[in-house]
Structure formats: C-alpha cells, structure tokens
C-alpha cells in the first residue's frame, strides 16, 4: 500500500536553513503537499507541488521534488524560532484522501 | 472565511458515554476528512465525505464510531460507548478544488477516563 516516510526530528539554529526530506511510494500522485502544525492547533498547508514540477519556489520555503526517487523535500531559509513546529509531508490525486507522514518535529534553537 | 470549525475544543467524559464531536466545513467545500491524531499512530484518516455521501470509512475503528454528514455545512462524528482508547485529538477538514487543499479544523482534544 501507499506509504509515506519522514525523519522524526530536526534541530537547527536559529538564522540556518532547514532541509526536510520526505519519500513516498504512490508513482500516481498527482500533488505533494507540506503541512505545518503548531502546538494545539491544526495542520496549516505551506505549500503544494505539482507531481510534473521538480521545483517550487515561494519566499523562505523551497520545495525540491525527484520524481524518479519518489523523494520531497522542504527547504526553509534563514530558520526562525517561529517555524520551530511539526512538518508533514502528504501525497494525493485530485481529490480523495490524502497520504501523510508521520510528521518531523522541527526544533529552532537560539 | 471564519475557516473549519470544530466543537467542542475539549471534551473529558467517563469511559461508556457517548461523545459526540461536530464540524462545520468551509462553506462551498465539497469534501469533508475526519481525522484521529495520536503520538502512538500519528495522524491517521477515519472517514471522508463527497458532496455529503461517505465515499470511504475503512479507517472507522470499529462499530462504536460512525459519522453523519446530513447536509453540506454541517457534519458529526459520534463514538458510543467511548472508550480510554479514544482519546485523542480529533480534526475536522474540507476541500473543494481539484488540487485538493485541506483545510482543517483546530481539533477537539478528547480524554476519555
């Protein structure tokens, strides 16, 4: 079956860039997805790719897509005590049910 | 757009009562997600609705939990008898467009002793 892969943790200093990395099985998914969770608060979307794009640029955020390795990743530039929070990375068709990760928890220290 | 609502935000109940969590989607969404989140399983998806009509309920635990979706602003997910097990947070999310962004809910945080 599907099956969607994170590492659980990462910790940066505040100023660095971060790099999460995600991999995932489902060849058919037409978009890939980043969520941010915050402390007691829902999953936030960041931002999404289309599964034909290999980059996507938006402010801080990078997302880097192989597709041939089914592998995703997230940079975010010049890291923030703010953006210290749990990452999901998600897959899906069109619509339906989405596939997420079991989440990184992104840690931001001084 | 006052976004996914959820209700309520906490919800403490004795093991064998019946709980009740409610969602309101985004309005013009056509797709309703229930979801459990927990640290033992992370966040897992129970059921999702299509203009109303439940598409897929395999991740419904078992017969103690079922989901209504009665009209297009408005949904329930119900668990009766609750158990400890149940607790958990529970999110609520709509879409509606063919990139199929989900929008969810703050959650409600369930305890059941």
């Known amino acids: 079956g599907e099956d969607v892969e994170q590492s659980l943790f990462l910790s940066v200093r505040e100023g660095d860039s971060s790099v999460i990395n995600c991999t995932y099985t489902d060849s058919s998914s037409t978009y890939l997805y980043w969520y941010k969770q915050e402390p007691g608060a829902g999953l936030q979307l960041l931002t999404y790719?289309?599964?034909?794009?290999d980059m996507k640029q938006d402010q801080r955020l990078t997302v880097l897509l192989n597709k041939k390795d089914k592998h995703l990743s997230l940079r975010i530039a010049d890291t923030q005590t703010g953006d210290s929070a749990i990452y999901f990375c998600?897959?899906?068709?069109?619509?339906?049910?989405?596939?997420f990760g079991a989440g990184t928890q992104v840690v931001v220290t001084p | 757009d006052a976004g996914v609502i959820q209700s309520p935000r906490h919800e403490v109940t004795e093991m064998g009562q019946e709980v009740t969590l409610r969602c309101k989607p985004i309005s013009g969404h056509n797709s309703l997600f229930w979801y459990r989140q927990t640290m033992m399983r992370g966040l897992e998806l129970l059921i999702y609705f299509n203009n109303n009509v439940p598409i897929d309920d395999s991740g419904m635990p078992e017969d103690r939990f079922s989901a209504k979706m009665p009209n297009a602003s408005f949904s329930t997910l119900k668990i009766q008898p609750s158990e400890p097990r149940d607790s958990a947070v529970y999110f609520c999310a709509s879409s509606f467009d063919t990139k199929n962004i989900q929008y969810f809910g703050a959650g409600t945080r369930l305890s059941v002793l």
């Open positions: 998600a897959e899906g068709s069109s619509w339906g049910k989405l596939q």
């Open positions: 790719i289309f599964s034909n794009m």
